[in-house]
């Protein structure tokens, strides 16, 4: 089962990830915005940190990235088997 | 063969439907990542208050990147 820890750190990849989203169409339409491009250099650094941090301890987050024996990305719990309202 | 579909006889502007205006954005103060999560744009202007009635708290919270 899921523990605080796990998915408050689940929480803050889905918070950056949203920021990514944001910064990035932003950028699509104000490519020389100095500001808005460092929010992003910023939240991808984040991004790649919190990922990391996320994968060493739970194993893979998408399909994508590499796990250990066995294939880790079967383990639970699925995004509709947490609760993330009462976090 | 010449078919008239009408785009020669039709007034340029004041026939017109309806014209788009979108203002350019310029980003001034964002969201935490939380709270920009929780209010489905990462800035602030975006947010319509009419359409966020009961969920200002956040709103008046905001917090600038530094």
Not at chain 1, 40 to 55: F, G, I
Not at chain 2, 53 to 64: H, P
Request: with cysteine; hydrophobic share 35%.
């Amino acid at each position: 089962m899921m523990d605080r820890a796990q998915i408050e750190l689940l929480m803050e990849i889905m918070e950056v990830s949203f920021v990514l989203d944001e910064t990035a169409l932003y950028l699509d339409t104000h490519p020389d915005d100095e500001r808005a491009l460092r929010l992003h250099n910023n939240a991808s650094q984040r991004y790649q940190e919190l990922k990391e941090m996320y994968q060493a301890r739970y194993g893979p987050l998408t399909n994508r990235d590499m796990s250990r024996l066995p294939w880790g990305y079967i383990d639970g719990p699925w995004p509709w088997e947490v609760d993330f309202n009462n976090f | 063969m010449d078919r008239d579909y009408g785009e020669n006889n039709r007034p340029c502007c004041p026939g017109s439907l309806a014209r788009a205006c979108v203002p350019f954005q310029t980003m001034n103060q964002v969201f935490s990542p939380r709270e920009a999560l929780k209010a489905g744009t990462l800035f602030p202007e975006l947010v319509n208050s009419k359409f966020n009635t009961g969920v200002s708290d956040w709103e008046r919270s905001w917090k600038y990147d530094g």
